[in-house]
């Protein structure tokens, strides 16, 4: 719905339409919550920046009713080849083999105006939504009780809203994050790019590679990514005498794309000069205002999780807001946001960090030992890595705490994303999700009938318990996972993370146990 009103409250009033405002605009108004999303933009911005979702995204959006649609802007991501200073393959990155463990394709290359336009007209469809665009923050203040938010139209027009919450979803130049004194921490990666895409032709599309491809070379740099279609993305290092806005020009972006195309191969879609930059919120939340997605932070675009890391903000945050507005959690809750996400980006940037290293190196004698070095740890011979592999697990916050007398199975399967099996029903395989919902839930491998009365009456009024054995599981996705950890239980959170797991049904009552003082304290 759409419409703004002078001295409006709401619960939520998020700053920011794009991606990560659009997905938390989205799993608020799904669940009913009162929520303003605002940006100063009147539409989609029609060129692409990010290019890059993997499976935990489409699963939030499988989540959102809208993972079919947006499918249809979305092509399997092809592997990335590296390719050393003298041309030799030195490292390769690709996706997992199926059954997928999410249910979905793994890494994936999209076309973001199209996906935004699809997000934007979902949440403005939603009756407790209220969209406002043209609209920029002006004063952002807080008290005890409420925000209050000063918005300025185009035509100077202000309007005061307030909320319970806010979240600042606005950008690497965030009004929100300026307005409570967050500050940014810089990781140290800072490097001038060029990134070009193209809409590449015929004649353009027989001279180049078909993988994407990471040139490690000394001389200069550069990524190209086989986007949907006939979409061509490069990213190109800068020289030290380059101009940046001049090689953001026409002129200068095909002067950089000479060695693969000239301008009979393709037309410009859209050139711009960044600075590839690692920054992360020192703090993401001051009182009853939290920060996201670019706000928050930054990270070199070598591994496509820009949008991604994003979206995970806003998937771990609203669950959290909505209990906080039902009255069933507390500040402790509110807290973990940013102690799992800051977390989490900080070891997911030092990752991408070293992969930009491995790109990065300028120096030709030191490239040539990166490249004999990554040939020689591999054997010999070059395998391929999948990028899930890269992605690294939750590792504080609401997670078991696996203390005195719990006895779970191996800790590496807490904070781990819960795979999403296809179960076996009359109409045909369905994904789990679909049937057992996004709440929290316990999921096993034990056969109800096995459970101990008391047991099964805590696991029924704990919320959805999911039983999932051979017989009703597809492709022994969830069976090769409860193995790989040792464990028949897991209780999974609203986002898709693993509380805790469990070896045996005793340990499931402990960990329930863990769970309900883990709760009461929040």
């Given at each position: 719905?759409?419409?703004?009103?002078?001295?409006?409250?709401?619960?939520?009033?998020?700053?920011?339409?794009?991606?990560s405002?659009?997905?938390?605009?989205?799993?608020?108004?799904?669940?009913?919550?009162?929520?303003?999303?605002?940006?100063?933009?009147?539409?989609?911005?029609?060129?692409?920046?990010?290019?890059?979702?993997?499976h935990?995204?489409?699963?939030v959006?499988?989540q959102?009713g809208?993972?079919?649609?947006?499918?249809?802007?979305c092509?399997?991501?092809?592997?990335?080849?590296?390719?050393?200073?003298d041309?030799?393959?030195?490292?390769?990155?690709?996706?997992?083999?199926?059954?997928?463990?999410?249910?979905?394709t793994?890494?994936?290359?999209?076309t973001?105006?199209?996906?935004?336009?699809?997000?934007?007209?979902?949440?403005?469809?939603?009756?407790?939504?209220?969209?406002a665009?043209?609209?920029?923050?002006?004063?952002?203040r807080q008290?005890?009780?409420?925000?209050?938010?000063?918005?300025?139209?185009?035509?100077?027009?202000?309007?005061?809203?307030?909320?319970?919450?806010?979240?600042?979803?606005?950008?690497?130049?965030?009004?929100?994050?300026?307005a409570?004194?967050?500050?940014?921490?810089?990781?140290?990666?800072?490097?001038?790019?060029?990134v070009?895409?193209?809409?590449?032709?015929?004649r353009?599309l027989?001279?180049?590679?078909?993988?994407?491809?990471?040139?490690?070379?000394?001389?200069?740099?550069?990524?190209?990514?086989?986007g949907?279609?006939?979409?061509?993305?490069?990213e190109?290092?800068?020289?030290?005498?380059?101009?940046?806005?001049?090689?953001?020009?026409?002129?200068?972006a095909w002067?950089?794309?000479?060695?693969?195309i000239?301008?009979?191969?393709?037309?410009?879609?859209?050139?711009?000069s960044y600075?590839?930059?690692a920054?992360v919120?020192?703090?993401?939340?001051?009182?009853?205002?939290?920060?996201?997605?670019?706000?928050?932070h930054?990270?070199?675009?070598?591994l496509?999780?820009?949008?991604?890391?994003?979206?995970?903000?806003?998937?771990?945050?609203?669950?959290?807001?909505?209990?906080?507005?039902?009255?069933?959690?507390?500040?402790?809750?509110?807290?973990?946001?940013?102690?799992?996400?800051?977390?989490?980006?900080?070891?997911?940037?030092a990752r991408?960090?070293?992969i930009?290293?491995?790109?990065?190196?300028?120096?030709?004698?030191?490239?040539?030992?990166?490249d004999?070095?990554?040939?020689?740890?591999a054997?010999g011979?070059?395998?391929?890595?999948?990028?899930?592999?890269?992605?690294?697990?939750?590792?504080?916050?609401?997670l078991a705490?696996?203390?005195?007398?719990?006895e779970l199975?191996?800790?590496?399967g807490?904070?781990?994303?819960?795979?999403?099996?296809?179960?076996?029903?009359?109409?045909?395989?369905q994904?789990?999700?679909?049937l057992?919902?996004?709440?929290w839930?316990?999921?096993?491998?034990?056969?109800?009938?096995?459970?101990?009365?008391?047991?099964?009456a805590?696991?029924?009024a704990?919320?959805?318990?999911?039983?999932?054995?051979?017989?009703?599981?597809?492709?022994?996705v969830l069976a090769?996972?409860?193995?790989?950890?040792?464990?028949?239980a897991?209780?999974?959170?609203?986002?898709?993370?693993v509380?805790?797991?469990?070896?045996?049904?005793?340990?499931?009552?402990?960990?329930?146990?863990?769970?309900?003082?883990?709760?009461?304290?929040?």
């Amino acid at each position: 719905m759409s419409g703004l009103q002078d001295n409006a409250r709401y619960d939520v009033a998020i700053v920011g339409f794009g991606p990560s405002g659009a997905v938390a605009a989205a799993l608020l108004g799904q669940a009913g919550v009162r929520t303003l999303v605002v940006d100063r933009s009147l539409a989609v911005y029609d060129r692409p920046r990010a290019i890059a979702l993997d499976h935990e995204i489409m699963r939030v959006f499988q989540q959102l009713g809208l993972d079919e649609e947006i499918s249809r802007y979305c092509e399997p991501f092809t592997p990335s080849e590296y390719y050393g200073a003298d041309g030799q393959l030195i490292k390769r990155l690709a996706t997992v083999a199926p059954p997928y463990p999410l249910g979905h394709t793994p890494s994936m290359v999209f076309t973001q105006p199209e996906v935004e336009r699809v997000l934007r007209a979902h949440v403005a469809a939603l009756p407790s939504v209220t969209v406002a665009l043209g609209q920029r923050l002006a004063t952002l203040r807080q008290d005890a009780d409420q925000a209050t938010l000063l918005l300025m139209d185009d035509a100077g027009l202000q309007r005061s809203v307030h909320a319970s919450y806010v979240i600042g979803c606005d950008g690497a130049s965030s009004t929100v994050r300026d307005a409570v004194g967050i500050t940014l921490e810089d990781l140290e990666f800072d490097e001038p790019w060029l990134v070009v895409d193209v809409q590449i032709n015929e004649r353009g599309l027989v001279k180049l590679p078909k993988t994407s491809v990471q040139y490690c070379e000394p001389a200069r740099p550069c990524t190209y990514v086989i986007g949907p279609g006939m979409h061509r993305r490069w990213e190109i290092s800068l020289l030290p005498d380059e101009d940046p806005a001049y090689m953001a020009t026409e002129a200068g972006a095909w002067s950089a794309l000479k060695r693969w195309i000239t301008p009979q191969d393709g037309a410009l879609w859209r050139q711009a000069s960044y600075r590839f930059h690692a920054l992360v919120a020192r703090e993401w939340r001051n009182g009853r205002v939290f920060v996201a997605g670019d706000a928050a932070h930054q990270q070199p675009p070598f591994l496509g999780q820009g949008m991604c890391q994003g979206v995970r903000d806003v998937a771990n945050l609203v669950w959290k807001l909505r209990a906080a507005l039902e009255g069933k959690g507390g500040e402790a809750l509110l807290d973990s946001y940013g102690k799992e996400r800051g977390a989490h980006v900080r070891r997911l940037t030092a990752r991408i960090k070293d992969i930009g290293r491995v790109i990065c190196e300028r120096d030709p004698q030191r490239a040539r030992e990166r490249d004999a070095g990554l040939i020689a740890a591999a054997g010999g011979e070059i395998r391929t890595m999948a990028r899930q592999d890269i992605i690294p697990p939750l590792e504080h916050g609401l997670l078991a705490g696996g203390g005195d007398g719990i006895e779970l199975a191996p800790k590496s399967g807490v904070g781990t994303l819960f795979p999403q099996p296809r179960l076996r029903q009359a109409q045909g395989p369905q994904l789990m999700d679909q049937l057992a919902g996004c709440g929290w839930r316990v999921v096993t491998s034990l056969p109800a009938w096995s459970l101990p009365p008391a047991l099964a009456a805590r696991v029924e009024a704990f919320g959805t318990l999911v039983h999932v054995g051979p017989e009703t599981e597809c492709d022994g996705v969830l069976a090769a996972w409860f193995a790989r950890f040792a464990c028949c239980a897991a209780i999974v959170r609203p986002d898709h993370y693993v509380y805790g797991v469990a070896a045996t049904g005793e340990a499931l009552a402990a960990l329930l146990d863990d769970w309900e003082a883990r709760t009461v304290t929040v």
